[in-house]
């Protein structure tokens, strides 16, 4: 790697490399340096530099060098999810979940079921991947095997992103820096591009339009949850996102799960939204803590999932026309034959 990185100038490193400005950023003169060879730089350090650091040259370069090696390790050891299997454990009342279902990148699979029955409580199976040991007994495998222990307890190999029904920021940046901040951690080249286009996107699904130096601390709960789903699905590299009630969270969201499964991601996601259920793969049913049964959407349903649609976009042009101060004076004819 280094007969590779030593002949690059320090402009030409930090532009390929953008973490590689972590390393040098407690070392001296390199706004004059930029253009000189990597290995000019490190030749031309002043003994009395090394030495109030610290550090031999020699110890400095095999830093350098071990610092590259373990970055570019992280962007490459990445586990490629292409399913996940939940294999059933007990209902509330100790009942044998007789299950076994295989969820595919790409897909979305909504979990209904009534209020209190156990949905959020699969999701947490997921998220945790758990094996035996959460209050169900459910198992979950990753591509039809048992999980690497990093993906249950290690941040940089999580598999799952979730996106809950109450997302509240606490920290002191604006969305730019926010997601730039993110970005910069996912160690991408292009990093003002990808933070502006996410912010677009987090826009285009948001009820209410805000600003990239708007804190997030200021942002709607829609807002906030618009954000969030945008940077899930560009810069998470978590390849299963579980969503809890996205139907509560004011946004646009037929193209916030169009935009996830874009991605690849595995979606699961508890609704009791019946547009967001049809818009599904299958839907798991939930009673009691177990899992009662699992459909499969029938040609029927997405036929009346297109009637739906139509019918729920003439509800967001009358809640439109509320949010303006109009007056609902008028019934759209699709909505009148419904009553």
């Not at 292409?82 to 009342?93: A, M, N, P, Y």
């Not at 926010?178 to 948001?206: C, D, G, P, Y």
Request: proline share 3%; charged share 25%.
């Amino acid at each position: 790697m280094w007969d590779h990185l030593s002949v690059m100038t320090v402009k030409q490193l930090f532009t390929s490399y953008p973490y590689a400005t972590d390393f040098f950023s407690s070392l001296p003169n390199l706004q004059q340096s930029e253009e000189s060879s990597v290995a000019a730089y490190f030749a031309a350090i002043e003994e009395d530099t090394l030495q109030d650091l610290g550090i031999g040259r020699q110890e400095l370069l095999d830093q350098f060098l071990s610092f590259m090696l373990q970055m570019e390790k992280l962007k490459e050891d990445k586990v490629k999810i292409e399913s996940i299997t939940i294999i059933g454990g007990r209902d509330k009342q100790g009942k044998v979940e007789d299950i076994e279902l295989t969820i595919h990148a790409g897909e979305i699979v909504c979990i209904v079921g009534p209020t209190g029955s156990g949905k959020s409580r699969l999701l947490a199976d997921i998220e945790w991947v758990a094996q035996h040991d959460t209050p169900t007994n459910r198992k979950i495998l990753i591509n039809g095997q048992l999980p690497d222990m990093r993906c249950r307890f290690s941040v940089e190999h999580k598999l799952v992103a979730q996106l809950s029904q109450n997302m509240n920021f606490i920290m002191d940046l604006s969305v730019e820096e926010f997601v730039s901040m993110h970005a910069e951690s996912r160690m991408l080249e292009n990093i003002e591009e990808v933070t502006s286009h996410i912010i677009a996107k987090a826009n285009e699904l948001a009820g209410e339009q805000f600003n990239p130096d708007t804190p997030v601390t200021s942002l709607s709960g829609g807002q906030s949850r618009a954000l969030m789903i945008a940077d899930t699905a560009y810069l998470s590299s978590s390849p299963i996102v579980l969503i809890d009630e996205i139907e509560n969270a004011g946004i646009d969201r037929q193209n916030a799960l169009r935009l996830l499964i874009d991605k690849q991601k595995i979606v699961l996601m508890a609704t009791h939204d019946p547009i967001l259920a049809l818009m599904g793969d299958k839907r798991i049913v939930i009673k009691n803590g177990g899992i009662s049964k699992v459909i499969e959407t029938s040609e029927k349903e997405r036929e009346n999932l297109i009637l739906l649609t139509q019918i729920d976009r003439k509800m967001l042009a009358i809640r439109e026309v509320l949010r303006s101060g109009g007056r609902i004076n008028e019934i759209p004819v699709e909505l009148e034959e419904i009553i």
